[in-house]
């Protein structure tokens, strides 16, 4: 069992930077992908980021990639998403969300959510 508590949204500028983290419990945490996930008002779900469990491997949505940054700290049972020119159409309620599946970017591959943390960037 994992749970996730997401923290650090809130409103910035566009252009702007912002940088959310989530906590895990558990003792496994570095067993497990992680990965942001966001949804815009009216919008499905949507896989942002994504870290391997073990090697750090990172893959990226095409929307943010060059301006995202996923990374973590296995030490800290912690993943985070720095994110960088943020954009209007990145405003969103962002989730944090664990896998055992190897590089999975699908919703239903991710065995576990956090609540959700709200990101809004204004023009």
């Known amino acids: 069992q994992v749970q996730l508590v997401e923290s650090g949204g809130g409103l910035v500028q566009a252009g702007g930077s912002l940088r959310v983290s989530c906590a895990a419990s558990?003792?496994?945490?570095?067993?497990?992908?992680m990965a942001w996930f966001r949804q815009a008002p009216g919008k499905e779900r949507s896989f942002v980021a994504g870290?391997?469990?073990?090697?750090?491997?990172?893959n990226y949505a095409d929307s943010v990639r060059g301006r995202f940054t996923i990374s973590r700290d296995n030490a800290k049972n912690t993943v985070y998403l720095q994110m960088n020119r943020l954009k209007p159409e990145d405003t969103a309620v962002y989730y944090c969300?664990?896998?055992?599946?190897?590089?999975?970017?699908?919703?239903?591959?991710?065995?576990?959510w956090g609540q959700g943390t709200q990101v809004t960037v204004s023009s």
């Open positions: 558990g003792r496994t945490f570095n067993s497990y992908r």
């Open positions: 969300a664990a896998s055992t599946v190897f590089g999975a970017t699908r919703e239903a591959s991710y065995q576990y």
């Open positions: 870290v391997s469990a073990s090697s750090g491997r990172t």
